[in-house]
T-cell receptor, first 113, second 112 residues
Framework: AQKITQTQPGMFVQEKEAVTLDCTYDTSDPSYGLFWYKQPSSGEMIFLIYQGSYDQQNATEGRYSLNFQKARKSANLVISASQLGDSAMYFCATHTGRRALTFGSGTRLQVQP | ETGVTQTPRHLVMGMTNKKSLKCEQHLGHNAMYWYKQSAKKPLELMFVYSLEERVENNSVPSRFSPECPNSSHLFLHLHTLQPEDSALYLC???????????FGPGTRLTVL
């Protein structure tokens, strides 16, 4: 069974600063993927970034990068140059063999001006 | 319309009512999912449909009944719900073999 742990219920960051959101995972699958989603107060889940377990390089998408440390089973999200619009809930997730996602409990990020 | 749409966005119903949630995807995907998001709990997978066939049912009570008439539409039929079923219900879709799932805006359900 897959399990995602996000130990930071809430984080604050100053505008234009970088922030790291933690995620650790536990899976028995040799091949897996790790995802980060953003959920604004409006409710929709917005895909941010994906890392495959066999990918050698850390994934990057614009201001988002994923710090993948396979031996530690961690997949932290780094947001550079935070913006006020980054304030939201952030969820780490992994997929099962049938591609359904298992989510962590989320981290609420608040960007302060 | 583009992406994944869900209707209604908000729904209030009594425990004896019957209602349906609708999800529609305009992305050419062939897998669709229902998730439940309760307050202060992680998202929970409810159902997975792949090529219109239900491939996963995550021990969901029978008062929730999914229907997938074609690859673009997914319904969740609700009857005799309980107050603890109040939650945000999210629909998602993906293409087989592709990892990313696209989510709709959700239906905020309140059961009185």
């Amino acid at each position: 069974a897959q399990k995602i742990t996000q130990t930071q219920p809430g984080m604050f960051v100053q505008e234009k600063e970088a922030v790291t959101l933690d995620c650790t995972y536990d899976t028995s699958d040799p091949s897996y993927g790790l995802f980060w989603y953003k959920q604004p107060s409006s409710g929709e889940m917005i895909f941010l970034i994906y890392q495959g377990s066999y990918d050698q390089q850390n994934a990057t998408e614009g201001r988002y990068s994923l710090n993948f440390q396979k031996a530690r089973k961690s997949a932290n999200l780094v947001i550079s140059a935070s913006q006020l619009g980054d304030s939201a809930m952030y969820f780490c997730a992994t997929h099962t063999g049938r591609r359904a996602l298992t989510f962590g409990s989320g981290t609420r990020l608040q960007v302060q001006p | 319309e583009t992406g994944v749409t869900q209707t209604p966005r908000h729904l209030v119903m009594g425990m004896t009512n019957k209602k349906s949630l609708k999800c529609e995807q305009h992305l050419g995907h062939n897998a669709m999912y229902w998730y439940k998001q309760s307050a202060k709990k992680p998202l929970e997978l409810m159902f997975v449909y792949s090529l219109e066939e239900r491939v996963e049912n995550n021990s969901v009570p029978s008062r929730f009944s999914p229907e997938c008439p074609n690859s673009s539409h997914l319904f969740l039929h609700l009857h005799t719900l309980q107050p603890e079923d109040s939650a945000l219900y999210l629909c998602a879709s993906s293409k087989q073999g592709i990892n990313e799932q696209f989510f709709g805006p959700g239906t905020r359900l309140t059961v009185l």
